[in-house]
């Protein structure tokens, strides 16, 4: 058995481990001797490619909505949209500053403890053990038992949680198995245990420019030219694999055709953003968290928005320019979220005796009753278990 073998072995059977550094700080990708060597440290050939989409899996990407009705719940409006059911667009200043709020709100939703268990009390689910169980269960659905990166993507998600650390997770996400196509339906096992740690990685929050690539039909384009002309603005519905290396993104674009284009997407981050996630080694002590760190990964999680500020035509590409549209956290409207989904689910007194769907809207007495109707009840609790 030559060493080429040896190699292949170790890498996509016994699943060694890709980040160790030797006493030079360099990992055996670095170290390898040869492209052949470094050849197996790519994705296997024929894997899906994660920085270019044919135009079925673009819509995965974004999700749409369009004008916001009467009632405060945005409709879907065919006559601007087709039936481009993948882009999130929001028109007016008002749907834009509602959205940032809503996702403020997740984020502070995830982010604190309190919070999420007062969403636990009253609504139920999200203790820890709720969310580990159900990242391990995704596991076995679609990776099992009998995948050779099985006991990888369980180890992974064990320290995750062990440890109370991130990065784990993010491996997780990167290695080539079932787990990364089944995201693309349901985020929330691999999103929520993300989330709720995303200030521990503040060091590799991405301010720059990623590419991604896609394959699209005139009708998967008419989505994106309506947010560039409304000056609208679009989220991202699941995760997405860019890269920092413009010619990883366009690898697989191939030629265009008469039924699709090839778009290039070109991500800006003004600064640092903490849905953009840089993958890659950044020093001895933060080493790269892809298992295939040629791709230079910048990851992007559920929940980023950002605006169409340019579309170009090239003769064999068309480039969309994104620019993102930072977020902070806010416990206030995560508390927001909480009222909004408590009243949906038709639970109780506060939301009566406020009379609003929007706490924002509630006058201050509406909002004090709120609180001490939940300081009464549940605060107690809360702050209790969470100690």
Known sequence: VGQTEIVHLLLHERGCRRDLLNRYDLTAYEEAFSDEIRQLFHRPSGSRNRFCDESERAGSAFKVTTKMGEDGIFEDDYGSFGYDKWLVGYETSEEIELIKSKVAGEKGLAQTSVARTLYRKLLGGWSDQDVREQLNSAIDKHVTVAHSQYEKCMSLAAQAFTKEQPEPLLRLYTLETPFYGALANDTL??????????DKLQCRYYQGVSFRGLRMTNANLHAYKW????????????????????RVAEMFLGPRTDERWCVLMIFHFKQKCDTAINLGRLS?????????EHEEEVLLLPWTLFTVSQIEKESDKIIIHLQNIPVDMSLWSGVNLIHERYKRVGLGQPIDQIGTDNL???SFWNRMRFFFYMYTNVIKECVSDSQ
């Open 227 to 246: 947010a560039w002309k409304n000056k609208g603005a679009i989220l991202t519905r699941t995760f997405s694999s860019t890269s920092l290396d413009q």
């Open 189 to 198: 096992p691999l999103a929520t245990p993300l989330f709720k740690s995303l």
């Open 284 to 292: 001895a002590e933060l080493p790269c968290m892809s298992e295939y």
């Open 360 to 362: 924002d809207n509630a």
